[in-house]
């Protein structure tokens, strides 16, 4: 089985690591974890869970249509928080960016820190590609 490495050109540059893996014959798409940075590496948001995850939902957003997919095609989630306990704030700004109650099977961890300082929440997805 081959693969596809994706960077779209509207998310911040990826050192190091791939935003999107496609494994072909182009069934499957494993997004990276997306956070609330802006192309230039500033956090968006600043301490604001509920900002941090909408931007971060945001990018996840670049990357599914990167690979013409829309958040019904997301069967799974992953999530990365200095606070696990927020889920209400974590999941309203969830849903006001994807515009919808329906969530695909979830995880939460809790973390002590992400990639760089300032940072609250880091999303990643895997997605059943349309077609």
Not at 42 to 54: P, R
Not at 87 to 92: D, L, M, N, P, S
Not at 120 to 126: A, D, G, K, P, W
Request: hydrophobic share 45%.
């Amino acid at each position: 089985m081959a693969r596809k490495l994706l960077n779209p050109s509207e998310l911040h540059p990826a050192p190091g690591f791939s935003h999107i893996t496609v494994a072909e014959p182009g069934t499957v798409a494993y997004i990276a974890g997306q956070v609330a940075l802006a192309p230039d590496f500033s956090i968006i948001g600043g301490d604001d869970l509920g900002a941090q995850t909408k931007a971060a939902m945001r990018n996840v957003e670049v990357a599914l249509k990167a690979v013409d997919a829309s958040w019904d095609d997301v069967v799974r989630r992953t999530i990365y928080t200095l606070h696990p306990t927020q889920y209400e704030v974590i999941t309203a700004a969830i849903e006001e960016v994807q515009g919808s109650k329906e969530h695909p099977a979830q995880t939460i961890i809790g973390v002590t820190g992400l990639a760089v300082p300032g940072l609250l929440i880091e999303v990643e997805v895997t997605v059943r590609l349309p077609g």
